[in-house]
């Protein structure tokens, strides 16, 4: 055979090879402007766990089942209440939403919940629960809301359009976090407090016992596989955290934790109820939101993921969001 050929047949397929090698499925989502949605990839798999990052283990393919109490953990002395709604029609009337849950915020009880075990890709609800962490620190007289923070070559985020040496305050980083779902100012809060590993003890002291953080798309952070993940179970005692204890750490104002969570550019509605407010995610594994709905004058923290891919239709995915929201709150309202 000519060598020549057989050259331009390798190249060929050493170059199909490494296309094939960088679609890895977990990319961090940006979403600056809802509009205009933005993939960032990452680098291929890895088990490797250090400092700077955390391994959680890829989405199962599985269908949501019935989930025993005895299953979960007590939270904060609360027993999970599994009684009262009819989990299986609720997923089955919602087949692209793999993981739900629902919690009185006043009681700490789960109303229901139908989830994976394991943590999961949660996109950008996961940033709520690391303003829960800063706030904490904040509320405990550990971190100035005034101190300056910098972006550089660590927790950049090129979608995000900030350049290096941006400065933010803490109280800017926590309200961009929210309102526009900026990836670098979570990134800025992490490092403020001390890098992954303390961030993620605190969220593991918080009681997010299946939560995990690690830079979103970060330009010079991908060496090394770097994901996010939590559940359903940890997600609503977020919201819940957050609605009771942080949110009035800032105060209500403008430009606080408690404007960006309440009046986002994208907000899951529950239609027929009440929406206080929510933090929508979207990546290419998944479309999820995190919020509070109030049903009958009361208070639940409301959390949903779907399987779909985020990117490839921010808003049609948005809608099994909203219809599943719904759903559970609708359910909630016909309880006795």
Not at 126 to 145: H, S, T
Not at 316 to 336: E, F, G, P, S
Request: charged residues 20%; proline residues 4%; glycine residues 6%.
């Amino acid at each position: 055979m000519n060598k020549k050929i057989v050259f331009f047949q390798v190249t060929i397929i050493l170059f199909f090879a490494n296309f094939s090698f960088a679609q890895n499925p977990f990319e961090d989502e940006s979403i600056s402007s809802p509009k205009t949605a933005k993939e960032t990839k990452i680098t291929p798999n890895s088990t490797t766990t250090n400092d700077s990052q955390v391994a959680i283990s890829p989405p199962e393919n599985q269908t949501p089942t019935e989930i025993s109490t005895a299953a979960f953990p007590k939270t904060e002395g609360k027993g999970v209440d599994l009684t009262k709604l009819n989990i299986n029609a609720i997923s089955k009337a919602n087949p692209k939403i793999h993981s739900w849950a629902i919690m009185d915020v006043q009681t700490g009880k789960y109303v229901g919940m139908n989830f994976s075990r394991k943590p999961r890709s949660v996109a950008s609800t996961i940033k709520l629960a690391v303003v829960n962490a800063m706030l904490r620190e904040v509320k405990a007289g550990r971190v100035n809301l005034d101190e300056v923070l910098r972006v550089d070559g660590t927790n950049d985020q090129t979608t995000d359009g900030e350049k290096i040496g941006q400065k933010y305050t803490v109280r800017e980083a926590i309200y961009q976090t929210l309102v526009r779902s900026s990836n670098t100012c979570p990134n800025l809060l992490a490092k403020k407090l001390g890098g992954l590993s303390k961030l993620n003890k605190i969220l593991s002291d918080m009681g997010y016992s299946t939560t995990k953080y690690s830079y979103l798309s970060a330009v010079r952070q991908t060496s090394f596989e770097r994901r996010n993940g939590s559940t359903a179970f940890d997600m609503a005692k977020v919201a819940k955290d957050f609605y009771n204890t942080y949110r009035n750490v800032q105060g209500t104002g403008p430009k606080t934790a408690w404007a960006g969570f309440s009046k986002p550019h994208d907000l899951i509605k529950a239609s027929g109820h009440e929406t206080i407010g929510g933090k929508i995610g979207s990546n290419s594994l998944c479309a999820t939101n995190t919020g509070l709905v109030k049903v009958n004058g009361k208070t639940y923290s409301v959390v949903v993921f779907s399987e779909e891919n985020g990117l490839a239709g921010h808003y049609y995915a948005d809608r099994y969001l909203n219809k599943a929201t719904t759903d559970i709150a609708n359910a909630v309202a016909k309880l006795k």
